[in-house]
């Protein structure tokens, strides 16, 4: 039962993690794309341009804890599927 756990566990987050990276990735490029494009007044200021940089520490932050809370759901949804497994049915073989 241990090995089944932690397979079912190592699955969850490989998927969390890679779904992870790859929404943080999407994000930051269309943010890159994007931001420079989105007109921010009607008429051009004087003052100069406002500066469209993404803030790498509030942008870790939200990764960190969206990561965190993802990671104890998979923990959760794991623990779930186990308790709903026979080990005794795993082994059978069909007749």
Known sequence: MAALRVALL?????????????????GLVAAKAA???IPQ??????????PHAVAAVP???VVGVALLVSLLA?????EALLRGIRVE??????S
């Open 10 to 26: 190592l699955e969850q987050v490989i998927t969390v993690a890679a779904g992870t990276l790859a929404g943080l990735l999407a």
């Open 35 to 37: 931001l420079g494009r």
């Open 41 to 50: 007044f009607a008429e051009p200021p004087v003052t100069p341009p406002l």
């Open 59 to 61: 942008v870790a932050a």
């Open 74 to 78: 998979a923990v959760l949804v794991s």
């Open 89 to 94: 049915r795993l082994r059978d073989v069909p």
